[in-house]
């Protein structure tokens, strides 16, 4: 049974703050304490999208950071043109900005692709690398199907109906008409991200290279975490990236898609801990 915090209450707990950084006010907040783990959201997401009960559970171990990527909910951005190692660059400003020389990085869908960037630009930053739902960019990745693109793209019917037809992307079908009570594991979202910024981000996606030709430079220590079946991010993504990623540890949920956290938030964090225990040296 899932007893940790839902909705916006455990958000709520942490002072919204901003900084400056990489020429731009990134906002962002933090949970708990123990070792920093900075976690970068994916395509047109927000910070307030993260599953409150995944970051409860992590914030019991670690110093957790979240923040909106550039342009972004409350983050603002500049007229440089939005690339993957712009998004980087973003990224390891804000740790720079709080004081902090290491950390693990944990991103979620586009957010793997800025934390593929920063271990290989920025590797002595890295204590560890934690990839959800993760491709590796470029011509190698594998793609989700036409259709998936055409219901993210459709635009029709209300607010509420394209809300829950784009919510139906992230988990199995069968287990999403098996758990209809969505505020029970879904936070509320009040962020907010315009059209423009959407399309900028898929067209960094888009012209990045990808990470293919560098996996198997990476030294950290690299967790897998992919959903058997994710249907935006197909899981033979994270198996490619866990096959060129000498000592990766590569962990498929059963019956899980894109919002695997929001499905198993403690399973999830516990993998998180287990790795990090068992692959980090600690002080």
């Given amino acids: 049974m899932n007893t940790s915090p839902t909705g916006n209450t455990f958000m709520d707990e942490s002072e919204l703050k901003k900084i400056n950084a990489n020429g731009i006010d990134i906002a962002y907040r933090e949970f708990g304490s123990g070792e920093p783990l900075l976690m970068i959201t994916g395509y047109s997401a927000t910070m307030d999208m993260w599953s409150t009960a995944f970051l409860s559970e992590l914030s019991r171990n670690y110093r957790v950071i979240v923040f909106d990527n550039r342009g972004t909910g409350y983050s603002s951005y500049d007229d440089r043109y939005f690339t993957i190692p712009l998004f980087a660059d973003d990224s390891k400003a804000l740790l720079e900005a709080l004081g902090v020389s290491e950390a ?157 956290m929001y499905q198993y938030p403690e399973n999830m964090a516990s993998a998180v801990k287990l790795f990090t225990d068992s692959e980090v040296s600690h002080p």
């Fill in 104 to 260: 693990h990085i944990l991103g979620w869908s586009m957010g793997t692709n800025i934390a593929l960037e920063m271990a290989i630009k920025y590797p002595e930053i890295l204590k560890s690398l934690i990839l959800y739902a993760a491709d590796c960019g470029g011509k190698e990745a594998l793609m989700a199907g036409p259709d998936i693109y055409e219901m993210l793209a459709d635009t029709s019917g209300t607010d509420q109906e394209r809300g829950m037809r784009l919510l139906g992307l992230l988990f199995p079908e069968r287990w999403f008409e098996e758990h209809p009570d969505i505020m029970s594991y879904f936070p509320v979202v009040t962020e907010t991200i315009s059209p423009e910024v959407v399309a900028m981000q898929y067209k960094a996606m888009e012209i990045w290279n990808g990470a293919d030709s560098k996996l198997h430079e990476i030294d950290n220590p690299v967790l897998i975490i992919t959903g058997t079946e994710d249907i935006l991010t197909p899981p033979e993504n994270s198996v490619m990236i866990a096959e060129k990623i000498s000592g990766s540890w590569l962990i498929r949920l059963k019956d899980s898609g894109h919002g695997a």
